[in-house]
């Protein structure tokens, strides 16, 4: 077989660390036939010993699961050995790019769903459809909710392993309505209730200051409140080839989110605030953030509340504007098998984890959404109100239904934000020195550079 490595220069630039190249063609190990597991998904009876290395995503939340998870794996296939190696968001992409990119890829990796598919564009992902498909493991891949289908199918064959179903609605703290004298937030509330709650709440005259809402700050994040004008900022959500995010309807709604909550009404905390965990929705001097399951855990879990610690919040859907469809952002998110000499036995703890018994522990440790639509209405709502006493979780059910991706295709969200969004416009933004109609064009622009090299080498 031919050397498998690439330049790690060639392979940063290719899944977005550095400008838009072509990808280069990488030799893939064999794979393995599926048939060579047991029908638990583990090695057959006897099987020799084998070690598989899982390049975990890795965060206070996320990494007592994998624990858990490849503990009781590995009890049940005393032949395999797990090599769990969480990484912090921060540097997650970056080094799993260096390990392909030196022909060293882990057996099972995580991705979120808007991640993987240039991996899977130059072969150096396996599909998973004939071990779906033979394995019977079909409840993670819903149909009818295409922001499901394409954070996990490419070009018509699978590539990931949902571990969650992801989407975002806003969290709230009742204790700071009712010290203000607000009305509680409820699913039908609209655009400018949000904003007139946001104000009636915002008193920082005190010592402890008291905020309405804490802004997002970044892009993806703010991706909401635009889908949610009836515009969004590409041509197609997969596969785009035009960038548009100089509307008028975003520039507006960005203005809004981005700057002016923090610098002209005032009901948001100062990104340097935010930034050194001051005036925030943990610290109980904010009343409402944007998030996802994945924070409970930094809110009101046991452990919390053993400590005294907790700040009890609840959720509600996010705010109607003008699109009557009222879209919310939603992907699913989980773990893919890199092509190596080991994919058969890489898909026994895959479908462990996505299968019912390990997702279960999984969201249940975690907080976050389970990957199927049961599991989420039957276990995981009546679950979270009892872990993490949030009794609006069906507010998560419906914005799922609702739900639409940011962006896929060969360049990448993260591209886009590392080399032009972020530097171009949310950092000018965020220290308000540039407003949203001066930035959004000059991101425009920058953006659609990269979708034109992009194509141009297809």
């Known amino acids: 077989m031919q050397d498998n490595r690439l330049s790690r220069r060639a392979f940063l630039r290719s899944v977005g660390l550095g400008a ?18 047991s029908a638990e998904g583990g090695a057959a009876p006897g099987a020799a010993a084998i070690t598989l290395d899982f390049f975990a995503w890795g965060d206070q939340t996320d990494i007592p699961a994998w624990e858990q998870l490849a503990q009781n794996y590995m009890e049940m296939h005393p032949n395999v050995t797990l ?16 390990l392909f990119a030196g022909g060293t890829p882990p057996h099972v990796a995580s991705f979120q769903g ?36 394409v954070s996990t199918r490419r070009n018509g064959q699978i590539y990931l392993m949902p571990l969650q179903v992801a989407t975002m609605v806003m969290f709230y703290v009742p204790a700071l309505f009712e010290e203000a004298g607000v009305d509680l937030p409820t699913d039908d509330w609209t655009f400018e209730d949000f904003l007139a709650k946001a104000e009636a709440i915002t008193d920082t005259s005190g010592d402890k ?23 969004q900022e590409f041509d197609e959500l997969v596969d785009p080839h035009t960038a548009m995010f100089d509307q008028p309807e975003i520039i507006d709604v960005i203005q809004i989110v981005a700057q002016d909550v923090i610098y002209k009404m005032g009901v948001a905390p100062l990104p340097a605030d935010t930034d050194t965990g001051a005036n925030t929705i943990q610290t109980g001097n904010v009343a409402m953030k944007y998030e996802g399951a994945w924070f409970f855990t ?3 879990s046991p452990a919390l509340r053993e400590e005294g610690k ?32 080991l994919v058969g036995e890489a898909w ?28 989420i209405e039957n276990f995981w709502i009546p679950t979270i109100a009892e872990r993490f006493q949030v009794q609006n979780g069906k507010a998560f059910l419906e914005a799922i239904k609702r739900s639409e991706v940011d962006v896929i295709g060969g360049v990448s969200r993260t591209q886009m934000w590392n080399e032009v969004v972020k530097p171009d416009g949310w950092d000018r933004l965020n220290n308000n020195s540039a407003t949203a109609a001066e930035v959004l064009p000059v991101v425009n622009a920058g953006v659609q550079a990269l979708l ?6 297809q």
């Open 209 to 231: 200051k008291r905020y309405g809402y804490q802004a997002n700050g970044i892009w993806p994040r703010d991706i909401h409140w635009i889908r949610g004008t009836g515009k």
């Open 20 to 37: 838009t190249g072509l990808w280069l063609a990488a030799c893939a190990a064999p794979t393995a036939a599926p048939g060579t597991e």
């Open 114 to 149: 808007w991640e993987w598919q240039p991996y899977a564009d130059r072969g150096l992902l396996a599909p998973l459809d004939e071990y779906v498909q033979d394995s019977g493991l079909t409840a993670p891949y819903p149909e009818g909710i295409r922001s499901l289908e």
């Open 298 to 300: 930094q809110l009101n």
């Open 452 to 457: 034109d090299e992009y194509w141009a080498n």
């Open 83 to 98: 090599n769990v190696s969480p990484t912090p968001g921060a540097d997650y992409y970056a080094k799993l790019q260096t």
């Open 310 to 341: 907790e700040i009890v919040f609840d959720v509600v859907m996010m705010p109607k504007q003008q699109d009557p469809e009222r879209p919310h952002r939603g992907w699913s998110e989980g773990v893919a098998i890199p092509r190596t000499d």
């Open 348 to 375: 026994g703890f895959v479908s462990y984890m996505g299968g019912e018994e390990g997702n279960k522990l999984y969201a249940t440790i975690t907080g976050r959404i389970p990957n199927n639509l049961d599991l």
